[in-house]
């Protein structure tokens, strides 16, 4: 097992998309019970393409939501909202190679629960 | 002096390996694992004596009544209660504070009463007034923590307040600071109120004597001092118990019942209602008894010089923060700490990698967590039959996820 590898390490060490948007047009900060970390989510979305334009997250998480939510940030820019609610549990899973164990699968889960909060 | 790599023998789970490596068990405060001992009590009850307790007459119900109510005995010895009649047996912990909560402290408190707690209680003492404060209106109040893991004016504080409760924990599940109840009774009881003790974190890891430290209440589970899970006794004193009014209803508890009323048993039958967990409160006794084998004093010493040990390693280790005091003799075997840049749950990982079991997160005192301005942290928490070879394990896995994570 090798949760820890090069990419996944890199995405937890030089986040992509950190940061908060100041006028999203979706935002949700949703905590993991389990640890008490929290990723706060920002999307722009675009009027007109309905596709994600911009999106960014904060949290105080572990190396794995923390690559979770890197990952999953740059992977939705460009999807439209239909496209967004169609992503299961299982695509953010295979990042991590399927090493997670089943505590540590909340952890990288989480930037999509919040994903899907912020949608609701 | 206890030999922990002897006592290790006593326990068959600890002769595994995990991920390739030796298990080094270090999340004893979560829950102990159980000797040899205790799971032939249980699976002897089961293959031989199982039947429900104090209803039938034939053989094997006389035999389950009989074991069950001699680990009462063996309870009330172990923890100095006054008489067995003051030991209930509860689901654990959470259980037996709940009970308090909801027997006493439902007939007792009301608007303008206190209930005064302190900043580092585990949720199981914090919840439960928090719900009843809700419902029936009285205040909480708490006693600080200093930043060295103490209480802070405790005794001053209880003066202040003059509480109808004193409710804290013995020993801290975060911390391990080991709390001076006898203190801390004294100055509650010059003001009149009641103190309730919650010794899940202590009854394994020093001598308990509930009437020399002069509480009105003690709470404990089976499953933090080698007994099995889903068992806890409850002590409160003999007069207060009869005053309480039941908390469950049902079998057990009644002397008679008609269709709109019933009447009820003395203690402890009062607090039992329902099937209880039979062979829980059997393989407890045989807890105890294997506690006693090794002597509680004996198993203070012994961890005493590992906690300081552990200690010692643990602060060499650069970016490493612990939490609690340095005082081994304020201190139980609990070391909460924090490795700069790495996540708590990063570092159990990679501990896990090599063997070696730890608990990451808040360990269910989230607001202790949030006075340290914390969102979670790293706890090695020892036992008896851990050695000092297992601190030296600790430490160069700690360096080894510093390696890969820093």
């Known amino acids: 097992m090798d949760i820890y590898r090069e990419e996944i390490l890199d995405h937890a060490k030089n986040p992509r998309n950190w940061g908060k948007l100041l006028h999203p047009t979706f935002r949700a900060k949703f905590p993991n019970p389990l640890c008490g970390d929290v990723v706060d989510l920002t999307l722009k979305v675009s009027d007109k393409t309905k596709q994600v334009e911009e999106a960014k997250f904060e949290t105080n998480g572990c190396v794995v939501s923390v690559a979770a939510s890197s990952l999953l940030t740059e992977n939705i820019i460009g999807k439209t909202l239909e496209e967004l609610n169609k992503i299961q549990d299982e695509e953010v899973l295979g990042w991590f190679g399927g090493d997670l164990t089943s505590s540590r699968r909340e952890c990288a889960l989480l930037p999509l629960r919040a994903l899907k909060e912020a949608l609701s | ?406």
């Open chain 2, 1 to 406: 002096m206890i030999d922990p790599n002897k006592i290790k023998k006593d326990f068959p789970i600890l002769r595994q390996k995990v991920n390739g490596k030796d298990l080094v068990y270090l999340d004893n405060a979560a829950t102990t694992q159980k000797p040899q001992v205790v799971i032939d009590a249980i699976t002897n009850y089961y293959q031989n004596d199982n039947a429900n307790i104090h209803r039938g007459v034939h053989t094997l119900a006389e035999r389950a009544t009989q074991k069950y109510e001699e680990a009462r005995e063996k309870l009330a010895k172990f923890i100095g209660a006054g008489s067995s009649r003051e030991v209930l047996f509860t689901s654990g912990t959470t259980g037996a504070l709940n009970l308090v909560a909801q027997s006493w402290g439902r007939a007792n408190l009301k608007k303008g009463d206190t209930v005064l707690l302190t900043v580092m209680e585990h949720h199981s003492n914090l919840v439960p007034w928090q719900i009843l404060s809700k419902e029936l209106g009285f205040s909480l109040e708490f006693i600080h923590v200093t930043k060295d893991g103490l209480l802070e004016e405790a005794e001053g504080t209880i003066r202040r307040v003059k509480p109808k409760l004193l409710a804290f924990t013995h020993v801290s599940n975060v911390l391990g600071t080991i709390n001076p109840v006898k203190n801390l009774t004294k100055a509650a009881h010059d003001v009149g109120a009641l103190v309730l003790v919650d010794g899940a974190q202590a009854v394994a890891h020093l001598p308990v004597n509930v009437s020399a430290l002069g509480c009105d209440f003690y709470a404990l589970s089976g499953h933090k001092m080698f007994g099995p899970t889903g068992v806890g006794v409850l002590w409160g004193r003999e007069e207060l118990l009869k005053e309480m009014p039941p908390f469950l209803g049902g079998g057990e508890m009644i002397k008679e019942v008609y269709l709109r009323e019933a009447s009820y048993k003395e203690p402890p039958y009062k607090f039992e209602a329902g099937t209880p967990h039979i062979e829980g409160v059997i393989g407890l006794g045989a807890a105890v008894d294997y506690l006693n084998s090794l002597g509680m004093k004996e198993i203070q010493e012994q961890e005493e010089e590992l906690i300081s040990y552990a200690l010692n390693e643990l602060e060499k280790v650069k970016d490493l923060n612990i939490f609690g005091t340095f005082d081994p003799k304020k201190r139980s075997g609990v070391v909460a700490f924090t490795v700069a840049r790495i996540h708590p749950h990063d570092l159990a990982t990679v501990l896990d990698q090599e063997g070696i079991a730890i608990r990451s997160g808040n360990h269910c005192a989230m607001p202790l967590h949030s006075h340290f301005k914390l969102v979670a942290t790293a706890r090695a928490s020892f036992s008896v039959y851990n050695a000092k070879e297992e601190v030296g394990k600790l430490v160069e896995g700690i360096e080894k996820a510093k390696k890969i994570l820093q």
